[in-house]
């Protein structure tokens, strides 16, 4: 690699991230592929609209979530916190859904998915509403 750091494809230079995402895409979708079990029931002729609609708007709300991370880190330094702080409040957020992700899933089987839709939004708006106050954010991980 002549010139600097990076893989050079088709004469562009692209760093291994960007490289590396297509191939691991392909892989992912062949696992998921071989993965799924096999099955002699018929399925209803809905269930392919309605898994299309599902996954197309679970895409868009992952998406979004993923979108905001550059726009909280930009926040939290708008707060004054510094790189080290800002990754720890990230962590935070990772562990939590570590933790809360083991065992969210029975609480759903037990109180209904409409009721712990709802509970989620209203965590979720909280939230970020105590992201308002850099006081909160701080006391996150101090």
């Not at 979004?64 to 962590?91: E, K, M, S």
Request: hydrophobic share 50%; charged share 15%; aromatic share 16%.
């Amino acid at each position: 690699m002549a010139g600097g750091s990076g893989l050079w494809w088709g004469g562009a230079r692209v760093s291994f991230y960007h490289a590396s995402v297509g191939p691991l895409l392909l892989l992912t979708a062949l696992l998921a592929r071989l993965a799924r079990p096999a099955t002699a029931e018929e399925r209803p002729k809905q269930f392919g609209s309605f898994r299309d609609l599902y996954l197309s708007v679970w895409a868009l709300c992952v998406a979004a979530d993923w979108l905001q991370g550059p726009y909280v880190y930009a926040l939290y330094a708008a707060y004054g916190f510094g790189g080290q702080r800002i990754a720890q409040l990230f962590v935070c957020g990772f562990v939590s859904s570590l933790v809360f992700g083991c065992f969210v899933g029975s609480l759903t089987d037990r109180f209904g998915r409409k009721k712990c839709c709802l509970a989620y939004c209203l965590f979720y708006l909280e939230a970020f509403a105590l992201r308002r106050w850099p006081s909160c954010a701080d006391g996150l991980v101090a």
